[in-house]
Nanobody
C-alpha cells in the first residue's frame, strides 16, 4: 500500500494548485480520503476529508469555498484543487486514507491507516 502526492510548488497569492494523491495496492472506493497540512513550527492542521463509499466532504473552516476534492478512478488518483491561495496556506500537504470511515471520524481525530510523504505548497504574498 502506497500513497504518493505530487503537484506542490510555489504560487502567488490568489493563484491555484492541484495536488494529486495516487494510490497503489488498493483503490479509494472503501476508504475515506483526508488531507492534512503542516507548516514548520506549527501543529498539523485538518484540510478536508471525503468519507468512504461516497460519503460527505468535510472542510476545515479556513479552506471552505476554496478547496475541493475529486477522484479519477481510472488513474486511482484523488485531487485536491486549491483556489484563491493565501500565504497562510503555505505548508506540507499530505493525503491519508482510513478504511470504512464514512463520516471521517478518524480524520477528525487525526488518525489514519496510511499516509503519503507529502508535497510542499508555498504561497508568496
Amino acid at each position: 500500500v502506497q500513497l504518493v502526492e505530487s503537484g506542490g510548488g510555489l504560487v502567488q497569492a490568489g493563484g491555484s494548485l492541484r495536488l494529486s494523491c495516487t494510490a497503489s495496492g488498493f483503490t479509494f472506493d472503501d476508504y475515506a480520503v483526508g488531507w492534512f497540512r503542516q507548516a514548520p513550527g506549527k501543529e498539523r492542521q485538518h484540510v478536508l476529508c471525503r468519507g468512504s463509499s461516497d460519503g460527505s466532504t468535510y472542510y476545515h473552516e479556513s479552506v471552505k469555498g476554496r478547496f475541493t476534492i475529486s477522484t479519477d478512478a481510472a488513474k486511482n488518483t484523488v485531487y485536491l484543487q486549491m483556489n484563491s491561495l493565501k500565504p497562510e496556506d503555505t505548508a506540507n500537504y499530505y493525503c491519508t486514507v482510513q478504511k470504512g470511515d464514512h463520516y471521517c471520524s478518524a480524520w477528525v481525530g487525526m488518525r489514519y491507516d496510511f499516509r503519503g510523504q507529502g508535497t510542499q505548497v508555498t504561497v508568496s504574498s
